[in-house]
């Protein structure tokens, strides 16, 4: 998972033709830190995205713009434009994420 740490960058990412998949989240975060144990093998069976990561700390207004309000949380976009958003109340285990992951892809 590639870290993004400028808006630029963010921008640059977000409004490829491929599909990017963010996820936000913050070092003190202890469901972040839980969802890092589960996520590896999600993000490769899941290769049909570019995962990144981006700390909501560092980059908050980006988190806001994206109505981010609670993490961890996970963000497809396309284009510039974002596709699908599991918000953090439902990234507690590995079976939502893979669940929303195939939900997207229907």
Known sequence: MKSITTAEQFNEVISGDSKALVKFQAGWCPDCTRM?????????????YTWYDVDRDVLPEIAEKYDVMGIPS????????????LHSANAKSPEQVTDFLD???K
């Open 36 to 48: 890092d144990m589960f996520i590896d093998p999600i993000v490769e069976k899941y290769d049909m």
């Open 74 to 85: 996970l963000l497809i976009f396309q284009n510039g434009e974002k596709k699908a958003h």
């Open 103 to 105: 939900s997207v892809e």
